[in-house]
C-alpha cells in the first residue's frame, strides 16, 4: 500500500508485540506484528511484519524470525532500526528526509536506550524526533486530559511489558514497569501442555488458546477445547481436550504478579491522587487487556473501579499520533532531550 507523499511525519508505536504508525493528517496507516524474518547467512531481512510472523516456529536453519523488541526495549539494535526503516518504507516508498517523529517508549527506559531509539529514527530518515512515554501516550489516546492536575492511573499491558503509571499535569508521578504481561501468558500456557500432558505446544497455538478461552475470573459456562501439539513421549502429533478452568490456573500466576505491581503502585501514591484514583478508577490499554475478565480482576483485588479503554491494542498509536497533530500544545508530555 503506497501512500505517496501525503506528509512527511508520523508518529510511531513500537511496541514488543505490534508496530503500528500514524500519519499525519491520515491517521493509523501501518499495524503489523513487530517481528522480523532474518536470514543468517546473507545477514539481511527476508520479511517484516505480518508476512515474518507467519513464518514463526516454521522457519529452516538459515532463517531465524526475532522479535528485535522483546522486553520492550532495543535488544537487538540494528535488527529493529532494519525493522524500523522497512515499515516505513513499506508506507511511504519515497524517501522524504525532512520527516519529523514522535515515538513513543516505555516509561522505565534508560537514558542509553533513549539514545538508540533516537539514533535508530534518526538513521530511519528523521530530521527531529519526539520521544513520549508509553503510558502517557495511553492515557492521551483514550481522550484523559493529562494536563489536568487530577491523578489517572494508566496499566498498558503489552507483549513484553506491562507499563503501570500515575499521570498528572502532563507528567508521570509515577511508575511501575515489570517484564511480565501477553507473552508470559502465552509461554504459562506453553509450560501448562509439557508439564500437565506431556505434549509441547507452538506459540502461535498457545497465543490463541490464551486469546480465545483465557480468562482472570471464572466464567458463566466453562468451555472445553481441542489441543494440538506434540506428545514429548511417543514424538508423534496427538490432540488432547482441556477446560477453561485449566487454562486459567496455567494464566493465574502472570496475573497475580500484575495485580501485585499494580498494588506496589498504589501503596506508594501520594494521597490526594490515591483519593482520584478511587472515585475514577484504573484505566487498561495494550492487547493484553483483551484477557476475558481482567477488569472484574483487578476491580476484585483492588476495590477500585476498572475500565478497559476502547480499541486498547491501538490507544497509545492513537496519542501518539495526536501528540504528533498537534505537537505544540503537547509539547509539556514530551521527554526532554538531553544531549550529551
Ligand atoms: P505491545 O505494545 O508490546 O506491542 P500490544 O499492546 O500490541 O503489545 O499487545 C500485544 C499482546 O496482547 C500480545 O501478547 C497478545 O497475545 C495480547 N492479546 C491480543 N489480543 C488478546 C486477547 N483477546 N486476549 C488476551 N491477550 C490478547
Ligand atoms: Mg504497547
New binding site residues.
Partial sequence: MALGIFSNDIAI?L????TLIWVKGKGIVLNEP?VVAFDRVSKRIVAIGHEARSMVGKTHRDIQTIRPLED?VIADFEITEGMLRAFIRKISPQWQPARRMVICVPSGITEVEKRAVRDSAEHAGAKEVYLISEPMAAAIGINLNVAEPVGNLIVDI????TEIALISLSGIVGHESIRV???EM?DAIVQYFKQNYNILIGDRTA?MI??QV?SAVPFAEEVDIEVKGRDLVAGIPRMIRVSSVDIRQALNPTITEMVSAIRTLLERMPPELSADIFDRGIMLT???A??KGLDERIRLETNLPVHVAEDP?SA?VRGTGKVLENIDEYSAVLIKNRRY
Fill in positions: 508505536d511496541g514488543t508485540a505490534n513487530s520492550g503489552g507483549g513484553g511489558t504481561a501477553g507473552n502465552t497465543e490464551k486469546c483465557g495494550g492487547g493484553g483483551l484477557l491494542l497509545v
